[in-house]
């Protein structure tokens, strides 16, 4: 592959050719492709990177909406999208289940312990968490617990330090 450049065209600034990688040449100015839009940003504004520089971005038609704060489980199986102080919890169906539980927690005062189930095959809830008692600031923690036709409980791993 080569990439060639009519004579009255800038050429990049940086082009680099690695063993199975192509690093894009930077022209110094943003051109259509380079636009960032939709992109995570932190409290300060920033764009939000991944360890390889990527920008992480919104897809479109995505359930959060820009300026959410999503915190999402270890294993990827419950996330929650957090405005102001309502936060829409999401999971993948399980198969068999009956019913899910979104159980919300605190480890500190005041203590919290709220459970809000419902029936399969949904799969979101919202929650908003200042009816619940917690304090705003306050670390929420959320799993989720699903109940299959056989009766028993299957667990997620945590979610920690929800706040609004």
């Known amino acids: 592959m080569s990439i060639t450049f009519p004579s009255e065209q800038l050429k990049p600034s940086i082009l680099e ?9 930077s022209f110094e100015e943003l051109y259509g492709f380079d ?3 939709d992109a995570l940003l932190t409290e300060a504004g920033e764009i939000i ?7 992480l971005q919104f897809d ?15 294993d990827n199986t419950l996330s929650a999208a957090v405005t102001g102080s309502t936060a829409v919890f999401n999971w993948d169906a399980v198969v068999n289940a009956v ?3 979104v159980n919300l927690f605190t480890f500190t005062t005041p203590f919290i312990s709220s ?3 419902v029936s399969a095959p949904t799969t979101t809830v919202t929650i908003d ?3 619940i008692g917690a304090n705003s600031g306050q670390f929420i923690h959320a799993r989720l617990i699903t109940t299959n036709t056989s009766g028993q409980s299957i667990f997620s791993r945590t979610i920690f330090n929800i706040t609004f």
């Open 17 to 25: 050719g690695l063993p199975n990688q192509f690093v894009r040449p």
């Open 35 to 37: 636009a960032i839009t």
């Open 49 to 55: 990177q991944t360890e390889a520089r990527e920008t």
């Open 60 to 74: 479109e038609g995505s359930p959060i909406a820009p300026g959410a704060n999503v915190y999402t489980n270890s």
């Open 99 to 101: 019913s899910y539980n």
């Open 115 to 117: 459970n809000n189930t």
């Open 129 to 131: 968490l200042s009816t």
